[in-house]
């Protein structure tokens, strides 16, 4: 059974820093894609980062150059490291997995003004 277990989130005051993790099993990690999804209430689920099977990465314009997404296959987890955080940040954040479009429940992050 897929199970993506994310953590975290949390409160932070703007310009502060977080790192969410995302804890995977019931897979075989190293063949899959992971992202990050986030959703703001009242907004679309959006995609904020991905890091495929073979470490290539990519982000959302809005989070290019303040957030970090990585993989460590032999703990099968995965991070976001998020720097420079603004209030628009403000979403809950969920960890995917694809072959198969697996979801976590995922993370509530606050950032105050």
């Known amino acids: 059974q897929v199970q993506l277990v994310e953590s975290g989130g949390g409160l932070v005051q703007a310009g502060g820093s977080l790192r969410l993790s995302c804890a995977a099993s019931g897979i075989s990690f190293r063949m899959y894609t992971f992202s990050w999804y986030r959703q703001a209430p009242g907004n679309q689920r959006e995609l904020v980062a991905a890091?495929?099977?073979?470490?290539?990465?990519n982000y959302a314009t809005t989070v290019t150059g303040r957030f970090t997404i990585s993989r460590d296959n032999a703990k099968n987890m995965v991070y976001l490291q998020m720097t420079s955080l603004k209030p628009e940040d403000t979403a809950v954040y969920s960890c995917n997995a694809l072959p198969g479009s697996h979801w976590g429940q995922g993370t509530q992050v606050t950032v105050s003004s």
């Open positions: 890091v495929t099977d073979n470490g290539i990465t």
